[in-house]
């Protein structure tokens, strides 16, 4: 990546990070949200979702002092509303065959945060047959597999068999790629994140399919700009950043940087946005953390292959 798509990345991913910090509290669970989450369960997802964009800017260290200054604050606020743990801990204890606390808790480890409690009770979960039995689609598994590694308990008699796990995927299938829907093509995204951790070890997918990617990925990205679907336009996008090398072409970063919103806010797509702030913040905080994921792995790839001068 050349350095103006790189500084490009950075005011996208800034921008972006500036507007999910401030707007934080439309994303709050209710005053004493309960395991079953049955009126939080949106705001829940999300909460994850913005844990995993603000731990990976502060494990790639590539961002402003600024910038990773609002990234620690939107951890600890998604740790607050998560209780410390402690909501994680009571739904796996009363639904243990979820696995979206361990998946959540995954990006609190990343950075640096833990409940006893919880790592005693998942310690003991990951090794039960039940846990890995769980009916999930191909690359669901993968994510919990990757969020077994961040946790530290992807050993012994549980430790995930990662080329089975790998093949078993669309993607692990080089499939046509003229076939691929967007529901696809969301399943290949995080096929790529889980296997390379969000692009922490880009050799993760293997050669094939990296190939398979490269030749494809372009193309994909091409279609969903096109057709105005910027979540998933960026999400690709982050797929080429996972694997060696970058390839992003610099136009996409334009393209992501025209659309977003002068406040930070990237639209999920080309269809009109609600003036609303809370049903603005429902609409469009994804394409905003993806965006936020996005310019940080860019950051990233740039301090790791410096341009000459």
Request: net charge negative; charged share 20%.
């Amino acid at each position: 990546m050349s350095h103006p798509p790189a500084g490009l990345a950075h005011t996208v991913s800034s921008r972006a990070l500036h507007w999910l910090h401030a707007n934080r509290h439309h994303g709050a669970l209710s005053d004493l949200p309960d395991a079953d989450l049955s009126a939080d369960r949106g705001a829940y997802k999300a909460l994850g979702e913005t844990a995993l964009a603000a731990s990976l800017v502060l494990r790639g260290g590539a961002a402003g002092t600024t910038e990773l200054s609002l990234a620690r604050e939107l951890l600890a606020y998604c740790w607050e509303q998560a209780g410390e743990g402690s909501l994680l801990y009571e739904r796996l204890l009363r639904y243990p065959l979820k696995t979206d606390p361990l998946e959540t808790y995954a990006h609190f480890n990343r950075g640096g945060l833990r409940h006893e409690e919880l790592d005693e009770l998942l310690a003991h979960t990951a090794t039960l047959t039940s846990t890995h039995a769980s009916e999930h689609v191909p690359n669901r598994r993968l994510g919990v597999a990757n969020a077994l590694r961040v946790s530290g308990l992807d050993h012994g008699a549980g430790a995930p068999d990662w080329p089975t796990l790998t093949r078993a995927t669309w993607l692990g299938h080089t499939p046509d790629p003229w076939h691929i829907d967007w529901l696809t093509a969301y399943a290949v995204t995080h096929t790529v994140y889980h296997l390379t951790d969000w692009g922490r070890l880009p050799t993760g997918v293997p050669d094939d399919l990296t190939d398979y990617l490269r030749r494809w990925l372009p193309v994909w990205t091409d279609i969903w700009s096109e057709a105005g679907h910027w979540d998933l336009m960026a999400e690709l996008m982050i797929v080429d950043m996972c694997l060696p090398g970058s390839h992003v072409d610099p136009a996409d970063w334009q393209r992501l940087a025209e659309v977003q919103h002068e406040d930070g806010m990237v639209p999920r797509d080309d269809q009109p946005v609600d003036d609303d702030p809370a049903q603005r913040f429902d609409d469009h905080q994804h394409p905003t953390i993806v965006a936020v994921i996005a310019g940080n792995l860019a950051l990233t790839r740039a301090l790791e292959n410096p341009q000459p001068a």
